[in-house]
């Protein structure tokens, strides 16, 4: 088993930043990437970036290029995501989730197998 926890989360004004956290336990060395994702209600999962657990290779969606990083912090067994020129639109609530497969990074949030309780991320106008 894995355990993943957000946070980080908060209440900003467009064009601010925040930086998001997730730690993970357990059976960390089952972890071959973890990724970050983003929901609103009545709307899908949407998938924000993601990074491979070890090698830092990273993959984002298009539309966070930019503005958003996603890193790793190997000491603590956390990934960052820092988010930069906030938006209204990046108001949601933002989940990490881990993928156990070794296989190549995905935006699919079905190949993830843990997940945690999610962090909102209010972007005000």
């Known amino acids: 088993q894995v355990q993943v926890v957000e946070s980080g989360g908060g209440l900003v004004q467009a064009g601010g930043s925040l930086r998001l956290s997730c730690a993970a336990s357990?059976?960390?060395?089952?972890?071959?990437?973890m990724g970050w994702f983003r929901q609103v209600p009545g709307k899908e999962r949407e998938f924000v970036a993601t990074?491979?657990?070890?090698?830092?290779?990273?993959y984002y969606a298009d539309s966070m290029k930019g503005r958003f990083t996603i890193s790793r912090d190997y000491a603590k067994n956390t990934v960052i995501l820092q988010m930069n020129s906030l938006k209204p639109e990046d108001t949601a609530v933002y989940y990490c989730?881990?993928?156990?497969?070794?296989?190549?990074?995905?935006?699919?949030?079905?190949?993830?197998?843990?997940w945690g309780q999610g962090t909102q991320v209010t972007v005000s106008s």
């Open positions: 357990g059976r960390t060395f089952s972890i071959d990437a």
């Open positions: 990074i491979k657990w070890s090698g830092g290779m990273t």
């Open positions: 989730a881990a993928d156990t497969r070794f296989g190549p990074l995905t935006n699919n949030p079905s190949f993830y197998d843990y």
